[in-house]
């Protein structure tokens, strides 16, 4: 039996309202951008620009260049429309009661003024 030169790999984006995992076979030595391509992710979803969007390998920022291997799965990010870490501080911040001010030391919280 002839040794098969493909690999199988996924191709995953998601967007709140639509999610895809395409599952392709791509030849041995195929690049992240050129499966992203042949996947056709890039017509079912317009808005991704491989120029702006960061890729990854299950979770791992990758570069377009990388060489695939079997059963990698590409994912496809979409950009931040919120820090994290802010976004944390603010929920962190909601749970406890403390307001803007009282993190960073507002006026009820500061020392008295010692010329008064």
Known sequence: MAEDNNIEIEVAYARPDAQV???ERVAAGTTVETAIRQSG???RFPEIDLSANKV??????TKLDQ???????IEIYRPLIADPKES???RADK???KSKDDAQGGADTAA?????
């Open 21 to 23: 995992l395409l599952v």
């Open 41 to 43: 992710v890039l017509e």
């Open 56 to 61: 990854g390998i299950f979770g791992k920022l």
């Open 67 to 73: 060489t695939l291997r079997n059963k990698d799965r």
């Open 88 to 90: 944390r501080r603010k």
């Open 95 to 97: 749970k406890s009661g």
């Open 112 to 116: 008295p003024d010692a010329d008064h």
